[in-house]
Nanobody, 125 residues
Framework: QVQLVESGGGLVQAGGSLRLSCAASGRTFIRYNMGWFRQAPGKERELVAAINYSGASTKYADSVKGRCTISRDNANNTVSLQMNSLKPEDTAVYYC??????????????????WGQGTQVTVSA
């Protein structure tokens, strides 16, 4: 198990940027693929971006491609999500997640079994 704590959410105007960070506990961080998911009211939890254990493979939702970048620092047990050109439809609770390592990171919530408490991102028009 790994404990995850997100930070960096907030209120931003459309077109602005936010950087989300997730700190993981333990010394086994490199064993995990990491993902950022989001969930808006009344909607299912969906993938934003994912990165494999080594950082060599990343995946993005079509809705955020070109606007978001996921990265990880295995030396400091952190994963980040840089979000640019934010839109009102990006408003959601954003969750950091960890799943067992693989060459290609998983794209669905079922492939991750450790979750943070979430951080709210609100983008005003």
């Amino acid at each position: 198990q790994v404990q995850l704590v997100e930070s960096g959410g907030g209120l931003v105007q459309a077109g602005g940027s936010l950087r989300l960070s997730c700190a993981a506990s333990g010394r086994t961080f490199i064993r995990y693929n990491m993902g950022w998911f989001r969930q808006a009211p009344g909607k299912e939890r969906e993938l934003v971006a994912a990165i494999n254990y080594s950082g060599a493979s990343t995946k993005y939702a079509d809705s955020v491609k070109g606007r978001c970048t996921i990265s990880r620092d295995n030396a400091n047990n952190t994963v980040s999500l840089q979000m640019n050109s934010l839109k009102p439809e990006d408003t959601a609770v954003y969750y950091c997640s960890a799943g067992l390592s693989s060459r290609v990171p998983g794209l669905t919530p079922n492939e991750y079994n450790n979750w943070g408490q979430g951080t709210q991102v609100t983008v005003s028009a």
